[in-house]
C-alpha cells in the first residue's frame, strides 16, 4: 500500500480535541519533569498491549480491568520516578487513588482514566508529591502541549520520541499522533516501554483493539536493546471521532488505510526507542526473507537484532557475519542451511550456505558511518538474511552493545 500520509507537528495534539501537559511535580530527584497527562475533550474509544510479564506493576492490572469492561476513555496520566511495580496491595491502593484524585480534579469518573508508570521497580509513586502536582498538570493541560508531554514520560531517555501524521478520509483530514519513552530494559513482549497514541477518527472497539495489536506486532513488539522485559511495558491509543469522518465499523479499504498509518507511528516510535538505547551508537534493522510466513520471518530477525555477539560486533565494527548466521540457526525455525544468505548493507557475505570473498575494511568503514551519523538520520546498519525462497518476511530493530550500557545499568539506583 502507498504511503498517502503526511507528517504534521504536534505529536499526541495533533488530533483533533486532545490536550496534552508534562510537568514536574517532584516524582524524580533530578527535579526534571516527571509528570504526564492526555486528555480527550471527548470519550475516546481506548485500546491497549500490555507487558506479558507475570512481576507486573499496579497500574497494568488496573487498566487491564477496565479495559475490560469499560472502553470508552477520557484521560491518561502518567508517573515518571517510580515504576510502582512489586509493591503489593499498598501500590494497588495508590494506583486507585490516583485515579481518584485525577477524576476529582478534571471533573469526570474515575473508571474515565487509564494510568501509566515507569522508573525503579519496587518503589511506590511519592503520593504526596503526585497529589500536589496533579491540579497543576491539569491546569498546565493545552492543545499546545505535546512537546512537554514526550519530555514528561522519559527516565534514562536521551531524547523525547513524538510523531504525528495526517491522511485523508471521505474527504476530511484524520490524524494520528504518539509519544513513547524507552531506552533500556527492551524486549517486548510488549518493553521499560510506554507509548499513547491519540487519533481523531471514529472507530468500533473490538477493530480498534485490532488494528493496535496488529501494529504492536510489526513495531513494539520486534524492538530489543537488551533482552530484558519490563513489567510495566504499556501501548495504549485513544480514538475519540472528533475527526467527523464516518465511523469505521468493518474491515475494509478504509480500516487498512488507517491501520497502515498507526502502523507507521508505532514503527518510528519503536525504532526512536531502540536508536535510543542505552549506551548505543546506532540503530541495527534487520529484514529477514524467504521463511515460510512472517510470523518466522520476524522471530529469526528479532533473535539476530536481540544476539549479544551481533551487537558487540557491530560496536566494534567488526563484520563478523558468523554471529548473524548462528543467531539465524538458534532462533527455533527450521530451514536448510544451504539456502542462508547474508548482507551487510550492500555488500553480500555469506549466499548459499557459502561465506564470500569481501572487502573487510569496506564492511567496517561502513559500520564506523553508520556509528557517526546524526541521531535519526544515517545511523542505521542494514542486515539482510534470506532463509529460501517462502514467502514470509519480517524486520526488527535493535542497538549496538557498548561499554555505557554496563555502566548506566551498574548505576541505575544510586
Not at 521497580?121 to 505535546?146: F, H, N, Y
Not at 547474508?342 to 559500520?367: H, V
Amino acid at each position: 500500500m502507498s504511503k498517502d500520509w503526511q507528517e504534521v507537528s504536534g505529536g499526541i495534539t495533533a488530533p483533533k480535541g486532545y490536550r496534552a501537559a508534562g510537568i514536574a511535580a517532584g516524582l524524580k530527584p533530578s527535579g526534571s519533569p516527571d509528570l504526564t497527562l492526555i486528555y480527550s475533550d471527548a470519550e475516546a474509544i481506548a485500546a491497549g498491549v500490555f507487558t506479558t510479564s507475570q512481576v507486573r506493576a499496579a497500574c497494568i492490572d488496573y487498566c487491564r480491568g477496565l479495559l475490560a469492561k469499560k472502553p470508552s476513555i477520557r484521560a491518561i496520566l502518567c508517573n515518571s520516578g517510580q515504576a510502582n511495580a512489586a509493591t503489593g496491595q499498598q501500590g494497588l491502593e495508590d494506583t486507585l487513588t490516583t485515579a481518584r484524585w485525577l477524576a476529582q480534579s478534571l471533573d469526570i469518573s474515575a473508571d474515565s482514566i487509564l494510568l501509566a508508570s515507569t522508573g525503579v521497580i519496587g518503589q511506590r509513586i511519592k503520593m504526596t508529591a503526585l497529589e500536589q502536582g496533579i491540579p497543576k498538570v491539569v491546569a498546565a493541560l493545552s492543545p499546545d502541549g505535546g512537546p512537554q508531554a514526550a519530555l514528561s514520560i522519559l527516565t534514562t531517555d536521551l531524547v523525547p520520541k513524538s510523531i504525528a501524521l495526517e491522511t485523508t478520509i471521505d474527504d476530511r483530514p484524520v490524524r494520528i499522533g504518539g509519544i513513547a519513552k524507552g531506552s533500556g530494559m527492551i524486549h517486548p513482549n510488549m518493553a521499560t516501554m510506554l507509548s499513547f497514541i491519540t487519533c481523531d477518527a471514529a472507530v468500533t472497539t473490538n477493530l480498534w483493539q485490532q488494528m493496535l495489536s496488529r501494529a504492536a506486532d510489526k513495531s513494539f513488539n520486534q524492538i530489543t536493546v537488551d533482552g530484558d522485559t519490563s513489567t510495566n511495558d504499556s501501548l495504549i491509543a485513544l480514538a475519540n471521532g472528533q475527526s467527523r469522518t464516518p465511523a469505521i465499523t468493518e474491515e475494509g479499504p478504509v480500516a487498512e488505510k488507517l491501520e497502515a498509518m498507526l502502523t507507521e507511528v508505532c514503527q518510528y516510535l519503536a525504532k526512536a526507542i531502540a536508536r535510543d538505547g542505552e549506551g548505543a551508537t546506532c540503530l541495527i534493522e534487520v529484514r529477514v526473507s524467504g521463511a515460510i510466513d512472517d510470523n518466522e520471518a520476524r522471530l529469526v530477525a528479532k533473535t539476530i537484532a536481540g544476539s549479544s555477539l551481533v551487537k558487540s560486533a557491530i560496536f566494534g565494527r567488526d563484520p563478523n557475519w558468523g554471529r548473524i548466521a548462528a543467531a539465524a540457526g538458534r532462533a527455533g525455525i527450521l530451514f536448510k542451511q544451504d539456502d542462508l544468505s547474508i548482507k551487510l548493507g550492500e555488500q553480500l557475505l555469506m549466499e548459499n550456505g557459502q561465506p564470500l570473498t569481501f572487502d573487510r575494511q569496506s564492511a567496517s568503514d561502513y559500520l564506523k558511518k553508520a556509528a557517526s551519523g546524526a541521531y535519526l538520520k544515517e545511523d542505521t546498519v542494514l542486515i539482510a538474511v534470506s532463509l529460501g525462497n517462502g514467502s514470509g518476511s519480517g524486520i526488527a530493530w535493535g542497538c549496538d552493545l557498548s561499554y555505557d550500557y554496563v555502566k548506566i545499568n551498574a548505576e541505575y539506583t544510586t
